[in-house]
């Protein structure tokens, strides 16, 4: 099960890294096809420097995840790990809430996968 954890882990941060860099450098590009249900074309220029702000956070997000697996001690990797998987699922339950239900199925349920997976292991 420790494989299994990593590995989600793993992608859950590849995803944020991915979402950094849609939000902070492809945000008129990929961004604007993502987030085409939910912005009008024009607001995509207008609202750079939000998505890079919220690129940024994505990216810290990722780089606690990545941290994670590189820590020695079990108990001090299981508790990054969990605290940042936590984060996610927050921020993925809010933006489900707040903004698209699949943002929960996008975000939050492989990071809840990956909290299961870690306390499992």
Known sequence: MEIVAKVLIAL??????YILWMEMFAWETKGKEV??????????KPTKGLAANQGL???????????SLLIKDEQWQTNVA???LGCVTVAGIYGAVSAARKIFFVQALPAILAIIAVLLK
Do not use: R
């Not at 859950?12 to 890294?17: M, W």
């Not at 987030?35 to 995509?44: D, I, Q, R, S, Y």
């Open 12 to 17: 859950v941060a590849l995803e944020h890294l």
């Open 35 to 44: 987030f085409k249900a939910a912005l009008p074309a024009e607001m995509f």
């Open 57 to 67: 956070y994505n990216g810290f997000l990722a780089a606690g995840l990545i941290w």
């Open 82 to 84: 969990l605290f940042f």
